[in-house]
């Protein structure tokens, strides 16, 4: 059984760091392309962040572009987010997701491309 357990989230002051960690149960993690993503209450899910199967290839959404580094240890099976100069706006609900294989690169940022899902933390940042 696939999973995905996402850990981390909290409460945090505007301009704060908080650091997300995503735990794979996934037999294919090693090959497959990573993301994070988030919804904020009445907003779609959002790319936030990709690292391809090797970790050479990051992407990041140009709304957390500098501020969210993304990373992965394929030896633990695991994928952290680690967020710094937080502000309201990043308020949401983050989602671990997996199962894109490493030669759909291009389709990192479609969460319909996507066949693993956690089950979300939430991140609440107060101004």
């Known amino acids: 059984q696939v999973q995905l357990v996402e850990s981390g989230g909290g409460s945090v002051e505007a301009g704060g760091s908080l650091s997300l960690s995503c735990a794979a149960s996934?037999?294919?993690?090693?090959?497959?392309?990573m993301g994070w993503f988030r919804q904020a209450p009445g907003r779609e899910r959002e790319f936030v962040a990709a690292?391809?199967?090797?970790?050479?290839?990051?992407d990041y959404a140009d709304s957390v572009k500098g501020r969210f580094t993304v990373s992965r240890d394929n030896a633990k099976k695991t994928v952290a987010l680690q967020m710094s100069s937080l502000k309201p706006e990043d308020t949401a609900v983050y989602y671990c997701?997996?199962?894109?294989?490493?030669?759909?690169?291009?389709?990192?940022?479609?969460?319909?491309?996507?066949?693993?899902w956690g089950q979300g933390t939430q991140v609440t940042v107060s101004s």
């Open positions: 997701s997996g199962g894109l294989h490493m030669f759909d690169w291009i389709s990192r940022r479609a969460p319909s491309k996507y066949t693993d």
């Open positions: 996934i037999r294919t993690f090693s090959s497959d392309t």
């Open positions: 690292i391809n199967y090797d970790g050479g290839l990051k």
